[in-house]
C-alpha cells in the first residue's frame, strides 16, 4: 500500500515557477509508476503527467509540454513536478497517483491509478 501527500502549491503570477512534491510512504512506491492529475472547480480531473517506476519514461498532457517536468527520486520516495511558465488555465488542484500494476507504463486515465493523495492547490493569477 502507498500513501500519498502533496505539497508546495500555493498562489503565483502568470509566468511564474512552482514545483510540487509528493512524497510517499509504503514500500510499493519504487515499483510504482506515477502520475499527476489536476482538477478546476466545475471540470473534471484531468491528466497532467505520469513517471515509470524507474523514471525512464515519461508522458505529458499536450498543454503543458515544454512547461513542465515530472521526476523522482526513488531512494527518498519523492516526485515532483517542476511547473515553469504558469497560465491561469493551469489554476486547479493538483493530484498525484501511484499506479503500483503496470509499473513500466506511463498511463493517463484516472481509473488506472489505485493510490491518491489529498491533492494541494495551484492558482495562477493574471
Known amino acids: 500500500q502507498v500513501q500519498l501527500v502533496e505539497s508546495g502549491g500555493g498562489l503565483v503570477q502568470a509566468g511564474g515557477s512552482l514545483r510540487l512534491s509528493c512524497a510517499a510512504s509504503?514500500?510499493?512506491?519504487?515499483?510504482?509508476?506515477m502520475g499527476w492529475f489536476r482538477q478546476a472547480p466545475g471540470k473534471e480531473r484531468e491528466f497532467v503527467a505520469a513517471?515509470?517506476?524507474?523514471?525512464?519514461?515519461?508522458y505529458y498532457q499536450d498543454s503543458v509540454k515544454g512547461r513542465f517536468t515530472v521526476s523522482r527520486d526513488n531512494p527518498k520516495n519523492v516526485m515532483y513536478l517542476q511547473m515553469n511558465s504558469l497560465k491561469p488555465e493551469d489554476t486547479a488542484v493538483y493530484y498525484c497517483?501511484?499506479?503500483?500494476?503496470?509499473?513500466?507504463?506511463?498511463?493517463?486515465?484516472?481509473?488506472?491509478?489505485?493510490?491518491w493523495g489529498q491533492g494541494t492547490q495551484v492558482t495562477v493569477s493574471f
Open positions: 497517483a501511484a499506479d503500483p500494476r503496470q509499473p513500466s507504463m506511463t498511463r493517463s486515465r484516472s481509473y488506472e491509478y489505485e493510490y
Open positions: 509504503g514500500r510499493t512506491f519504487r515499483s510504482s509508476a
Open positions: 513517471i515509470s517506476w524507474s523514471g525512464g519514461r515519461t
